[in-house]
């Protein structure tokens, strides 16, 4: 939750959110002032202010409210204006281009849209996090038992030894066994230091996802231990089971991609709207302030600009480039579909295979451990060697360090299965 990169993903929903405000903002009411005055030589040679307050719309059209006022022994005459000013109230009308969709209203839709890919986006990212901090967590549990296991044969190789230096005392035992005994606890010693050379590493390698609100990291504590029942929990936590249909449209990538050809087809139906002449059409109906109220249909500004090029080379091809933007995401958009398909089944598959290979090891361990204490039974009555012993408990370590890697990669699966749904909890 207090993770940087999680903050940071988070960050892509205010992106979004701003993004949209900002594409909203075209839509803005606008008031526009323009003044002008000249004075020279005591003598007013012009002063002339324009102001509108336009209030976009929709489809296009804007509103248009203004005044105008003109004074002055050099006025322009096209400028000329009655003493009190002059009153404006208009429309503008795109006819062509621009009426059903254009630029402000394109960049509203994918500002829209753009909301779902950041949504998404921002749960892939998450997902990625949980998932490293997940597998750290994994590899410092196996580790921690790795090292419990090695502690646990240090002991019995120290107490066989001690064991075996007394019976050399009192003559039962050769020499040559202190030898064979030591050897044995050398190596366990050995084992265990590096083991827990290992498990500092993956202390500190999860600690890199521990973290206060206030951005203030945490070292893991020396007294924290691991679940030991993780394997049967981990499902539950995770929310996911590999024998459960997942729906792939709820997918974030799915979704990341639909936004993403949502967005291009807006810019498709712009770049084809492009293929219309352009023709402008604007009314204003004019009046001075002390007779605004009487309606003078004579009185009035009227304006149109068409425009249209003959050939449409550049707007023809920015459409077949727009429809190949959305042809080349659409069969990204496939292909993701049957990557995702084909990774949930290879994942369940492992899942499965995993789960019964820990069963046979399981077997395996009862069995070495039978064969082991057999021996030490034999060894005790002077049948067996300390060599067999030895060779019958590398035996049984090496199931039992295998038994951990097996359920390493077991709950490895797991959790590689909650990267695929990415279903963030």
């Given amino acids: 939750k207090y993770h940087p990169l999680v903050k940071q993903a988070n960050l892509k929903l205010n992106e979004a959110q701003a993004n949209l405000m900002q594409a909203r903002g075209a839509f803005d009411p ?10 020279f030589k005591n003598k007013e040679y012009y002063s002339i202010l324009n102001s509108s307050f336009k209030i976009p719309t929709w489809y296009g059209i804007e509103l248009k409210a203004g ?64 998932h490293e901090a997940s597998v750290s967590y994994i590899n410092w549990k196996r580790i921690f038992e790795e090292v419990k296991l090695y502690e646990n044969y240090l002991d019995i190789a120290s ?15 050769p020499a040559i066994d202190s030898i064979e005994a030591g050897i044995a606890v050398k190596s366990r010693m050995l084992n265990l230091e590096e083991a827990k050379l290992k498990l500092i590493k993956a202390k500190f390698e999860l600690s890199n996802y521990l973290w206060l609100e206030d951005n ?3 070292e893991l504590n020396d007294n924290l231990v691991p ?43 712009l770049k084809e709207n492009a293929l219309l002449p352009k023709l402008d059409l604007s009314y204003n109906y004019l009046s001075e302030p002390s007779y605004i109220d009487n309606y003078r249909f004579e009185n009035y500004k009227i304006g149109l600009n068409f425009s249209f090029p003959i050939f449409l080379r550049k707007e023809r091809g920015s459409l077949k480039l727009a429809d190949l933007k959305i042809q080349d995401s659409e069969f990204g958009l496939q292909f993701e579909r049957k990557s995702l398909e084909n990774k949930l089944k290879a994942q369940q598959q492992e899942i499965l295979s995993l789960e019964k290979q820990q069963n046979y090891n399981n077997n395996l361990v009862k069995d070495f451990t ?19 012993i030895n060779s019958r408990e590398n035996s ?10 097996l359920e390493n990669r077991y709950l490895n699966a797991i959790i590689g299965l909650y990267k695929i749904i990415a279903n963030p909890l």
């Fill in 396 to 405: 049984l370590v090496s199931s039992q360090l295998n038994e951990i890697a």
């Fill in 30 to 39: 606008k008031i526009e002032v323009d003044f002008n005055e000249k004075q």
């Fill in 370 to 388: 039978k064969l082991l204490n057999a021996e030490d039974r034999l060894f005790e009555m002077g049948e067996s060697s300390l060599f067999i």
């Fill in 216 to 218: 203030v990291p945490l």
């Fill in 67 to 130: 005044f105008d006022n003109a004074e002055g022994i050099y006025v322009n005459p096209e400028n000329s204006l009655p003493n009190s000013g002059l009153t404006s109230l208009g429309i503008s009308v795109p006819i062509g281009q621009g009426l059903f969709i254009n630029q402000r209203m394109a960049d509203i839709r994918k500002a829209k849209i753009a909301q779902n890919f950041n949504a998404a986006e921002r749960n892939l990212q998450a997902i990625e996090v949980l």
């Fill in 227 to 269: 679940e030991i029942s993780l394997s049967k929990t981990i499902k539950e936590v995770l929310q996911v089971n590999e024998l459960n249909p997942i729906d792939l449209n709820n997918h974030p990538k799915i979704i990341a991609l639909d936004a993403k050809i949502a967005m291009l087809k807006v810019d498709r139906k």
């Fill in 159 to 173: 107490n066989r030894y001690n064991g075996i230096e007394k019976l050399i005392t009192e003559g039962d035992k």
